[in-house]
């Protein structure tokens, strides 16, 4: 995922500095319900962390096929993306975040998609390459679910399916950047990428707006909400699984 978060609307302030959970350094007050999210996927997001995946971009020795098949899926992946942003501009419950949303799907189809293809060339992989690559399982089994949640559930099911790759790709971005840039140097494009401040705001956004709308859910909805939320985080944990295992079609 390669997206960046577009220039907010005016009214809008210009750095949203991402929440903070409840019980971490320089938090205080109730835990918000975006960070109740975090804590009831936390095996998941500490399996990301310690997938060998993500550690070998963060050491430098992951190898390059391996990294060539995520790239080919990931694109895959961000043009249903762009889809998952359209259908969450028309279904946005106020204008703001429609403009948001329409923002976003502007920038990742447009910009973020050239950017990609350009990064994907530098793999040795061809523009045609990428619109002819077949999505694994795990991409058309993940996709799958965020459009038709997006489609069918309502809109806070919608962004708290969202949060986790936003939120998750800047939490493994940071982490692995306080380690230390790798010295392959495709990798430590990658990793400044996702540990950038501004892909960290966009996180911060988007787990601010899952707070407001589970701020007027009923039980029943917040349910709906951390089912997807779950299931995102668990099909984030399967995607660079199957870049590890460089997973296909069997038949």
Sequence with gaps: MTIRSPEPPASAPRAVR?????GSPGSSGPESFSAHLRRLAE?????????????GIGDGSLDLERFRHWVRQDYRFLVEYCRLFGLAAARAPDLETLVRFAD???A????????????ASELGIAPA???REPMAPTTRAYTDFLVRVAATGDFAELAAALLPC????????????AQGLPAEPRYAKWVR?????????????????????????????????????LTSSRYEYLFWEMAWRLETWPV
């Design 193 to 229: 990428m996702y540990a950038d401040p501004e892909f960290a705001t966009l996180a911060g956004w988007c787990r601010e707006l899952v707070d407001r709308l589970a701020a007027g859910a009923d039980d029943a909805a917040r349910r709906r909400m951390e089912e997807s939320f």
């Design 18 to 22: 991402p929440p903070t959970a409840a």
């Design 108 to 119: 990742t189809a447009r910009t973020e998609m050239d950017l990609h293809r350009a990064s």
């Design 129 to 131: 390459a990428l619109e």
């Design 43 to 55: 095996p998941v997001w500490q399996a990301q962390h310690e997938h060998p995946f993500v550690r």
């Design 166 to 177: 936003m939120w998750g790709f800047s939490e493994i971005g940071q982490r692995l950047a």
């Design 104 to 106: 976003l799907l502007q």
